[in-house]
Nanobody
């Protein structure tokens, strides 16, 4: 079972950048597609981005396409979310997630991190 710990959240002005990291335990990290979700106050959790186990394929929500980049370093058991041109509406708790399949990690991941707060000031 993979365990996930996010870091890198914080307060940033609109137009700024942040990079989130998600450190995973387990020796078979490269087998797991990984993803990022977010949940704003009073809203449902939504998909943000996902990446295949090899890192060769990525997926993005339309709302972040062109601004966010998901990547992974399997040697470090870490997945990243580089967030540029941040907007006020990007404010949310961001969660790292893992699943056995890309479809699963995009819709209903089996494993979740505890979340990290990202606040964008306007």
């Amino acid at each position: 079972q993979v365990q996930l710990v996010e870091s890198g959240g914080g307060l940033v002005q609109a137009g700024g950048s942040l990079r989130l990291s998600c450190a995973a335990s387990g020796r078979t990290f490269s087998n797991y597609p990984m993803g990022w979700f977010r949940q704003a106050a009073g809203k449902e959790r939504e998909f943000v981005a996902a990446i295949s186990g090899s890192g060769g394929t990525t997926y993005y929500a339309d709302s972040v396409k062109g601004r966010f980049t998901i990547s992974r370093d399997n040697a470090k058991n870490t997945v990243y979310l580089q967030m540029n041109s941040l907007k006020f509406e990007d404010t949310a708790v961001y969660y790292c997630a893992a699943d056995n399949s890309v479809g699963g990690v995009k819709r209903s991941p089996q494993v979740w991190g505890q979340g990290t707060q990202v606040t964008v000031s306007s």
